[in-house]
């Protein structure tokens, strides 16, 4: 069952499979209880997405045609274990005139791909490298 | 002294200067066009088409031919360019919007026969959704452009992607008071809001206002999603922290140069938007007409054109949706012939592209109330996810976005608008006393965690003004200093929802702890990340588990018997039941007032002098003020007066066989000794008849009674003593200011003129009757 792709008919997860889903420290949906977060049980890290969910979102919206965004959600998928520092540094880098040249963007691209266990991210970090340099991308702004 | 004098002299000269003019007949022009000036229409400013200077709706002189080139499964030209000439949006476009499998196939239909296919409803959507995927940017602008207003509408309302619709609000304040945020939230979330965004006067409150919003939008129900819309960066944290569950401020645009002076591109944008989706946040994009004219880099092309691009673009991104349609730029791309028109197409090519879209509707494109209405009828009936992408649910000073084109002031305007066409646009009225209710809790609420969590005290002053308040200018409460201290302090100590939730529950707000547990539990499956996902009576619904499937009548969204039943369910509506409670308070007055007394059956009178006033049969029995509000016994004190200034003498006769004006007066006439008689309706429907003139050909008719005066009865009773005498009076004139009197009165009256023709029998006897009057009339 687990390799089979989910479809329209499996959404929504939250409802079709409480136990399934969980949070990224492994708690399943269904035992994130009023009691739980009263106890201290929960924290917002049990309440954070784990790339398995955004997977499953991505094959939902596969099923029905919607291939881009279920590449955004492959992509989030990926970037879900990466820290926030680090996506917003990426973020920044990708904005006009912040990366001094092509290489700043391979780098990070490698980064994404030998340490980030995020191939997605990195095809798509040098695909932009490739078209900023097109468009003279790397010059300083500010 | 002196000076007074010449004063006093020069202003009466000058008074009499101005006396001359309003009496000249020199005026070089027609006084109308002054009449149109002084309307707020003529605040709006219109441009001229000027393709060039990127003025066109749908045809900007540098707009390209579609067409595409595949080759080896790759884009090789888009729409007139060649791959290595590609700008960073074509590049985006081409690499990640087009689809090669369709491409060719799909660039092959001729645009007309797409707008046949958009606007047939045996078309399903999904086969139009699919060819989309291989339309260039220009093809989709070249198709939707074949239609008319009428036919996007329609084609827009087939297209959108979830069946049911929505609305979303916005909820913000001149102040920044968190206390009067989670009153407004509460509001919002209990007329019925999808989603409530916020935004702040005051950059650094944004936590302040993120906490107060979330909180109030717990209040009522659970599921109405959340935003705050500020920094990249700030409302990523924000949201991470929990507070808020949506985001719409990843804005794109349709040229290189107005992206780049926008300090982003289409990857930073689109690493955006896989970032909400990786902490779990619901994210659309934002574009919209004109926005790169506003910014001056149009590149002489159209305004719809530039709309494909930026569509594309959030399609190639794997946004689920835009925000889209005018948006910041509708003033302008109205100004232009063809801009409303325009901003239909756009949200068309959104919704073909199977993007959920929040269509709009928000920043005032005019000052005309009629303009705005206008512009928001087809997504009121047709529906959209989200009709208005913030409809202002609070007052227009202090919308921090700017007003809408609903605020808090023509709420009921919109919500008679669903009733009228009977149709969904996603709001329920809030009765008086729940609102007040609400208001208090959400205050309480919030109250309680910034005490709670050591971040404020609200005073009762404060709560106290807050909930009654109908904007901030009525309130009294946090300074906007203080406001920045509370917002730091949440920031600092790294408040998290976890943290309010434990609050709320400690303070016994358990309904609103539970409600914001289940919010953020949303993010956990990140089933809410599909296409136009929103919360309905606890579950998550999209484009997937709740397409539109309209393929004709029958289908499609449907407004069942209990909604139909909610829609029509507005404030102060009128009953019979109701004008009979309210004719029962006149009721006592006239007792003490005055008195009738039956005398009989009524003959034909025979006294020269006599006019006969014949009244309803609800006249001082069930009815006893006329519409305008006078006493009928003020009104029978009048007549007499009038009748006998002229030197006549009223006899009063009460009519059981007929309650209509025309024909009270003629039986009145014939009744009469002097031919000349008056009927009058309970509700002050009046008329001067004569005995042989046929019913509805009478001689004065008084059929304005809500402007009706005292003195216009007066004025009328003494006519008929001229009338009898065989004189010409000069008619009586009710002045009317064109007050839309129907409207005003029409429902009472039906319901009147109802009570009335019950009591009527046919071949029933008139009965003389005498008053006595009273002290007290």
């Known amino acids: 069952m687990a390799d089979t792709p989910l479809t329209a008919r499996d959404y929504p997860i939250a409802e079709t499979s409480p136990d399934d889903v969980t949070g990224n420290r492994g708690k399943a949906l269904s035992s994130l209880t009023m009691e739980a977060v009263l106890s201290g049980d929960i924290s917002m890290e049990d309440l954070r997405i784990t790339p398995r969910a955004l997977e499953q979102q991505a094959e939902i919206s596969k099923s029905v045609g919607r291939s881009t965004l279920a590449k955004n959600f492959e992509r989030a998928a990926e970037m879900a274990q990466i820290p926030q520092d680090e996506v917003m540094a990426i973020y920044e880098l990708l904005r006009p005139g912040r990366a001094a040249s092509k290489d700043s963007l391979l780098d990070v691209a490698q980064k994404l791909r030998d340490e980030l266990n995020a191939p997605l991210l990195a095809d798509f970090i040098e695909e932009a490298s490739r078209f900023y340099e097109m468009r003279g991308l790397f010059q300083k702004r500010y | ?777």
């Open chain 2, 1 to 777: 002294m002196e000076l007074a004098l010449f004063v006093a002299q020069w202003t009466m000269r000058a008074e009499r200067e101005l006396e001359g003019m309003s009496q000249s007949y020199d005026a070089n022009r027609w006084k109308r066009v002054d009449d149109w000036d002084a309307r707020t229409l003529r605040l709006d400013r219109f441009a001229v088409e000027d393709p060039e200077n990127g003025f066109s709706a749908f045809s900007g002189s540098a707009d390209p031919s579609p067409g595409v080139g595949i080759k080896a499964g790759k884009v090789v030209s888009m729409d007139g360019v060649p791959a290595e000439e590609f700008d960073l949006i074509d590049a985006f476009i081409a690499t990640y919007h087009i689809d090669p499998e369709i491409a060719e196939k799909a660039m092959a239909i001729p645009s007309v026969e797409l707008a046949r296919m958009l606007v047939d409803m045996n078309v399903p959507r999904t086969e139009l959704t699919r060819l989309a995927r291989g339309l260039t940017p220009a093809k989709l602008a070249e198709a939707v452009a074949q239609l008319n207003a009428m036919e996007i509408a329609f084609a827009y309302s087939k297209m959108r992607a979830r069946q049911t619709p929505g609305n979303q609000a916005h909820v913000t304040n001149a102040k920044d008071d968190p206390l009067q945020l989670a009153a407004d939230a509460a509001i919002a979330v209990a007329l019925g809001f999808d989603e409530i965004e916020t935004t702040m006067r005051v950059a650094r409150n944004s936590w302040s206002n993120a906490l107060a919003c979330c909180i109030g939008s717990a209040v009522g129900r659970a599921g109405t999603l959340f935003q705050c819309s500020s920094e990249e960066a700030e409302e990523l944290e924000i949201g991470m922290a929990g507070f808020t569950s949506y985001a719409e401020t990843v804005s794109v645009y349709g040229t290189e140069s107005a992206f780049i002076d926008g300090d982003d591109t289409p990857w930073s944008k689109a690493w955006l938007a896989a970032a909400y989706a990786s902490r779990g946040i619901k994210m659309r994009c934002t574009s919209g007409a004109a926005a790169e004219l506003l910014m001056g880099f149009h590149e002489a092309k159209s305004l719809l054109y530039l709309e494909a691009r930026c569509l594309c673009l959030q399609r190639g991104m794997g946004s689920q949706g835009t925000q889209n349609g005018g948006i910041d730029g509708a003033p302008l791309a109205a100004s232009m012939p063809g801009g409303v028109r325009e901003i239909m197409a756009e949200n068309l090519i959104a919704v073909w592209l199977d993007l959920e879209c929040a269509s709009g509707n928000d920043a005032r494109h005019s000052e005309s109330d009629m303009r705005v209405a206008a512009k928001v009828l087809p997504y009121l009936i047709g529906g959209s996810d989200l009709i208005c992408s913030g409809f202002g649910s609070i007052l227009k000073y202090d919308n921090s976005f700017n007003p809408s084109s609903f605020n808090g002031e023509e709420l009921e305007e919109f919500l008679v608008l669903q009733r009228d066409f009977e149709a969904d646009g996603g709001l329920t009225a809030v009765e008086d006393a729940r609102a007040l209710d609400l208001r208090r809790r959400a205050i309480d609420a919030l109250s309680h965690v910034l005490k709670d969590l050591g971040l404020a005290e609200a005073t009762e002053v404060m709560k106290r003004s807050v909930a009654v308040a109908s904007g901030s200018n009525d309130t009294d409460t946090f300074a906007t200093r203080d406001v920045g201290l509370i917002s730091d302090k949440i920031a600092g100590d790294r408040v998290s929802v976890l943290d309010v939730i434990r609050s709320l529950h400690r303070g016994g707000f358990f309904d609103e702890a539970e409600n914001l547990l289940f919010l953020v539990k949303l993010r956990v499956s990140g089933d809410y990340l599909q296409t136009s996902a929103v919360v309905r009576d606890g579950r998550v619904i999209s484009a997937i588990n709740d397409p539109n499937n309209y393929t004709g009548p029958g289908t499609g969204h449907r407004v069942s018997e209990a909604r139909r039943q909610e829609l029509a369910a507005i404030r102060d509506v009128l009953d019979r039941d109701e004008v009979l409670r309210a004719e029962a308070a006149s009721e006592m007055g006239e007792a003490k007032a005055i008195r009738y007394h039956s005398m009989g059956a009524a003959d034909p009178g025979t006294d020269p002098t006599e006019i006969v006033v014949g009244v309803s049969p609800g006249f001082g029995t069930k009815i006893f003020r006329t519409l305008a509000g006078h006493r009928l016994s003020a009104v029978q004190r009048a007549l007499k007066a009038g009748i006998e200034r002229g030197g006549g003498t009223m006899r009063l006769v009460r009519f059981w066989h007929t309650a209509d004006t025309s024909f009270l007066g003629l039986s009145a006439a014939r009744l009469s000794g002097t031919g000349v008689g008056i009927g009058i309706q309970s509700k002050g429907t009046a008329v001067i008849h004569q005995k042989d003139r046929r019913p509805h050909n009478n001689l004065e008719l008084f059929s304005n009674a809500p402007i009706t005066t005292l003195e216009h009865y007066e004025m009328m009773a003494f006519n008929a003593t001229v009338y009898a005498r065989g004189k010409l009076p000069d008619p009586v004139v009710v002045p009317t200011q064109g007050e839309a009197l129907g409207a005003r009165f029409h429902a009472r009256v039906a319901l009147i003129y109802a009570i009335e023709t019950d009591m009527t029998e046919d071949g029933a006897t008139p009965e003389d009757l005498t008053i006595t009057f009273l002290k007290d009339s």
